[in-house]
T-cell receptor
Framework: DTGVSQDPRHKITKRGQNVTFRCDPI?????LYWYRQTLGQGPEFLTYFQNEAQLEKSRLLSDRFSAERPKGSFSTLEIQRTEQGDSAMYLCASSLGEGGTAYEQYFGPGTRLTVT | AQKVTQAQTEISVVEKEDVTLDCVYETRDTTYYLFWYKQPPSGELVFLIRRNSFDEQNEISGRYSWNFQKSTSSFNFTITASQVVDSAVYFCALSRRDDKIIFGKGTRLHILP
């Protein structure tokens, strides 16, 4: 396994369009996290899953955002009716989670979203 | 509430100099984890170290060392004999046990040849 992967790496979309990103975690990792990073800032937490259950959502995650992890493996993050303020790097991370001895979160390369 | 402060926005040093990146954190939890991540120009976050709140021993890994002091709520990172490849943004971060990570705003480090 080569680590966390994300697709696409870059996405340019027009305001008002919907976009969907995909994250494939490290295969044995139970927990999957989504973060958003804007220019000059540290990543900010959006939501996370323990297997297929979404355990927490940040207030940053407006009702235009939805995340799923239907089979406890890959996850998707959808943004509806995109706005220019959604332009950011969207990062996915995974960890061993409950029962694991390591709590390091390993990050993917991110999806850079540009809303024009 | 949890918070991480990296007061140094940007630092420039000449290659081979030592440099220390400061990190101060706030938390009411007794069990917590501290991290440092590196984000090179390529953009991917690279995990460097994790410490738990019960282990205040300093750690050294090659040219990298970390100083954790609970009394001052600090977790500073020192690079000895810096190299151009160390140029990156470095993030200090904090989490509860296997919970979301709270990141600082990062320190951009420039190593000048």
């Amino acid at each position: 396994d080569t680590g966390v992967s994300q697709d696409p790496r870059h996405k340019i979309t027009k305001r008002g369009q919907n976009v969907t990103f995909r994250c494939d975690p490290i295969s044995e990792h139970n927990r999957l996290y989504w973060y958003r990073q804007t220019l000059g800032q540290g990543p900010e937490f959006l939501t996370y899953f323990q297997n297929e259950a979404q355990l927490e959502k940040s207030r940053l995650l407006s009702d235009r955002f939805s995340a799923e992890r239907p089979k406890g493996s890959f996850s998707t993050l959808e943004i509806q009716r995109t706005e220019q303020g959604d332009s950011a790097m969207y990062l996915c991370a995974s960890s061993l989670g409950e029962g694991g001895t390591a709590y390091e979160q390993y990050f993917g390369p991110g999806t850079r979203l540009t809303v024009t | 509430a949890q918070k991480v402060t990296q007061a140094q926005t940007e630092i420039s040093v000449v290659e081979k100099e030592d440099v220390t990146l400061d990190c101060v954190y706030e938390t009411r939890d007794t069990t917590y984890y501290l991290f440092w991540y590196k984000q090179p120009p390529s953009g991917e976050l690279v995990f460097l170290i994790r410490r738990n709140s019960f282990d205040e021993q300093n750690e050294i890994s090659g040219r990298y060392s970390w100083n954790f002091q609970k009394s001052t709520s600090s977790f500073n990172f020192t690079i000895t004999a810096s190299q151009v490849v160390d140029s990156a943004v470095y993030f200090c971060a904090l989490s509860r046990r296997d919970d979301k990570i709270i990141f600082g705003k990062g320190t951009r480090l420039h190593i000048l040849p």
